[in-house]
T-cell receptor, first 111, second 111 residues
Framework: EPEVTQTPSHQVTQMGQEVILRCVPI?????FYWYRQILGQKVEFLVS????????KSEIFDDQFSVERPDGSNFTLKIRSTKLEDSAMYFC?????????FGQGTRLTVV | QKEVEQNSGPLSVPEGAIASLNCTYSDRVSQSFFWYRQYSGKSPELIMSIYSNGDKEDGRFTAQLNKASQYVSLLIRDSQPSDSATYLC???????????FGTGTRLQVTL
């Protein structure tokens, strides 16, 4: 069964460093998303991506964040100048139409 | 105003019983509704989607949507201990648009 895959599963970084979270969406899906979930809180939308451009972004997705589809299979989230409050689970998702399927997540810990 | 409201639980049901999970939403333009299951430390897993008023059944799961009342529910028949998880309600305002999640209801199925 096709699935969304994310790497790494866990990333520890020092405050102020840059991290890149990677995702391989399901191959025939055209819509890609990043969500995050701070421990104990709800899943929050960050950004959606379609046709090689951002289609929607939340207030959380400020200049600290960027997304890229560097090739035909990967979809990345870059977080610059990480802060302690960026510590969370980051989920990539993809969809063909309405139903979005999530990857297993990357646990980001900023120390 | 909260966009998606769910009772955080825990909702405790005995094995074999019917679990009933409820969700209300505030955005009247919502078109698509989803139930995700999330085990502790894992990613959301899509279990049901519903787009029109009424009931939709899939195995032991039944989703119910009432757009006039802005209410969606999930029934789990013959509950199993493996159903113990947090159930997330989510909606989208259009095809492939962002998902807005509730905080989730924690379900405990007891032996």
């Amino acid at each position: 069964e096709p699935e969304v895959t994310q790497t790494p599963s866990h990333q520890v970084t020092q405050m102020g460093q840059e991290v890149i979270l990677r995702c391989v969406p399901i191959s025939n899906h055209l819509y890609f998303y990043w969500y995050r979930q701070i421990l104990g809180q709800k899943v929050e939308f960050l950004v959606s991506f379609y046709n090689n451009e951002i289609s929607e972004k939340s207030e959380i997705f400020d200049d600290q964040f960027s997304v890229e589809r560097p090739d035909g299979s990967n979809f990345t989230l870059k977080i610059r100048s990480t802060k302690l409050e960026d510590s969370a689970m980051y989920f990539c998702a993809s969809s063909e139409k309405a139903e979005a399927f999530f990857g297993q997540g990357t646990r980001l810990t900023v120390v | 105003q909260k966009e998606v409201e769910q009772n955080s639980g825990p909702l405790s049901v005995p094995e074999g019983a019917i679990a009933s999970l409820n969700c209300t939403y505030s955005d009247r333009v919502s078109q698509s509704f989803f139930w995700y299951r999330q085990y502790s430390g894992k990613s959301p897993e899509l279990i049901m989607s519903i787009y029109s008023n009424g009931d939709k059944e899939d195995g032991r799961f039944t989703a119910q949507l009432n757009k006039a009342s802005q209410y969606v529910s999930l029934l789990i028949r013959d509950s199993q201990p493996s159903d113990s998880a947090t159930y997330l309600c989510a909606f989208a305002t259009g095809t492939a648009s962002k998902l807005t999640f509730g905080t989730g209801t924690r379900l405990q199925v007891t032996l």
